[in-house]
């Protein structure tokens, strides 16, 4: 199995613009986790799927921030519009099922907003 | 929901020297207990891992952890770091879903 699969690896944007980060579960994984990586605040849980239904999106800083799983095997992050403070690298991750397996990391996109 | 506690922000250490590394978290229910570590600009990947039974697990690289249930913590140890152990440690606790502590980066000095 390749992984956990994300795409861009890199993004460079300018503020305002939208931006779609990809990212494709291990095939037979139900759960899939978003985080960002930043120096000030760590590795933040932005939203989390079981089954492809959100079940957590408290994470989520704002609107601009919106999560889909259109399918078991696939999720996208978008940002809309895009400011240079969401510049972080953005970790999607999978398990097999919610709560008793350890998350398998994708290689993560890092996003800067000029 | 869980939270994770990391007590080091940054640990210096020369080559040779034992590593412990603090993690508290709080959660109630059942819990299980991760360890991670992230190489200079690579992802997470697994060091170690609790899910029941004894609670002193073994990891890669030498790596062990032991669980205190009555403390809430799961800290990381290793009796002889190397250099190439140089990386950011991040501590995890997974009831709902998976949460991290801020991390703790260990610097190794040859």
């Known amino acids: 199995d390749a992984g956990v699969i994300q795409s861009p690896r890199h993004e460079v944007t300018e503020m305002g613009q939208e931006v779609t980060l990809r990212c494709k579960l291990i095939?037979?994984?139900?759960?899939l986790f978003w985080y960002r990586q930043t120096m000030m605040r760590g590795l933040e849980l932005l939203i989390y799927?079981?089954?492809?239904?959100?079940?957590?999106d408290s994470g989520m800083p704002e609107d601009r921030f919106s999560a889909k799983m259109p399918n078991a095997s696939f999720s996208t992050l978008k940002i809309q519009p895009s400011e240079p403070r969401d510049s972080a690298v953005y970790f999607c991750?999978?398990?097999?099922?919610?709560?008793?397996?350890?998350?398998?990391f994708g290689q993560g996109t890092r996003l800067t907003v000029v | 929901a869980q939270s994770v506690s990391q007590h080091n922000h940054h640990v210096i250490l020369s080559e040779a020297a034992s590593l412990e590394l603090g993690c508290n978290y709080s959660?109630?229910?059942?819990?299980?207990l991760f360890w991670y570590v992230q190489y200079p600009g690579q992802h997470l990947q697994l060091l170690l891992k609790?899910?029941?039974?004894?609670?002193l697990v073994k990891g890669i690289k030498g790596f062990e952890a032991e669980f205190i249930k009555s403390k809430f913590s799961f800290n990381l140890r290793k009796p002889s770091v190397q250099w190439s152990d140089t990386a950011e440690y991040f501590c995890?606790?997974?009831?709902?879903?998976?949460?991290f502590g801020a991390g703790t980066r260990l610097t190794v000095k040859p």
């Open positions: 959660y109630g229910g059942t819990v299980n």
């Open positions: 095939s037979g994984h139900n759960s």
């Open positions: 609790y899910f029941s039974g004894d609670p």
């Open positions: 995890a606790v997974n009831a709902h879903d998976m949460r």
């Open positions: 991750a999978s398990s097999p099922r919610t709560g008793r397996t350890e998350a398998f």
């Open positions: 799927f079981n089954n492809n239904v959100p079940i957590d």
